[in-house]
């Protein structure tokens, strides 16, 4: 990947789009990840108005602190960048406290997690109407595009992709480009819906390197009897939540009325 004019062409496709979308720049949610550390430098290097938000929700510390780590970094860097700090544990929490009890609490987990993303959407969609902003996405081409790891009207629910064509491999390869700090590049990834540190491979049960090949494999038209060992075991995996999450990547199905029934 030639690094550098990748960089170059994201940041002009980002200026372009936000010059030509009358908007004064961008806001995104900072994670203390790879993916979002990545995607608001790219915005900050526009010259436009860059609001980061901080949106804790039972956050583990070693992300919140990586992600105000990040924004200083920025700050040092760059003259209009903004730190916004928006504490969302009261909110769910509260949202939680309102909705009906369950049996067993296990049950809900993931529809709560789901429940995190979501608020931040909304908080984000806050700033971006009050400033004039667009809301910036940091979901990378294997999240959006193979696994579908990601929420739906959560992290999912932005304006523009600057980072969704590019590997999860080669984001990291951006990250050390720009001289993003070095605890974001070595952290494993986590998509931190949880309040603690399971990993995005925890969950997934593969690595982002096992996916990318294995979304390889089903680009070239493979399928699960052309592998053995680990390899057909996280081609599974792929193929599995690449069905499963269709909907997440698929326009949203019309019910198209016949002309003749008007």
Known sequence: ???????????????????????KGFVIGISGGIDSAVTSTLCA??????MCLEMPIHQAETQASRASRHIDWLQANFDQVKR??????????SLVASLPKVENEEDRFMSLANTRARLRMTTLYYFAALEGYLVAGTGNKVEDFGVGFYTK???????????????????????????????????????????????????????YPE???????????KNEKDFTGR?????????????ANK????????????????
């Open 1 to 23: 990947m030639q690094t550098e004019k990748v960089v170059d062409y994201i940041v002009h496709w980002l200026k372009e789009y936000a010059v030509n979308a009358n908007m």
């Open 45 to 50: 290097r526009t010259g436009l108005e860059l």
């Open 84 to 93: 916004q700090p928006v504490n969302l544990t009261p909110v769910f929490d």
């Open 153 to 207: 009207y959560g992290d999912g629910g932005v304006d523009l992709s600057p980072i969704a064509d590019l590997l999860k491999t080669q984001v990291y390869e951006i990250a050390k480009y720009l001289n993003i700090n070095t605890d974001i590049q070595k952290a494993a990834p986590t998509d931190g819906l949880w309040g603690d540190d399971r990993t995005d491979e925890d969950q997934i049960g593969a690595s």
């Open 211 to 221: 996916l990318e090949w294995a979304m390889k494999m089903q680009d070239e038209g």
């Open 231 to 243: 390899e057909k075991e996280v081609f599974l995996i792929y193929m599995k939540l690449n069905s």
């Open 247 to 262: 909907h997440k990547m698929n326009p949203i199905p019309v019910c198209e009325i016949p002309h003749s029934l008007f």
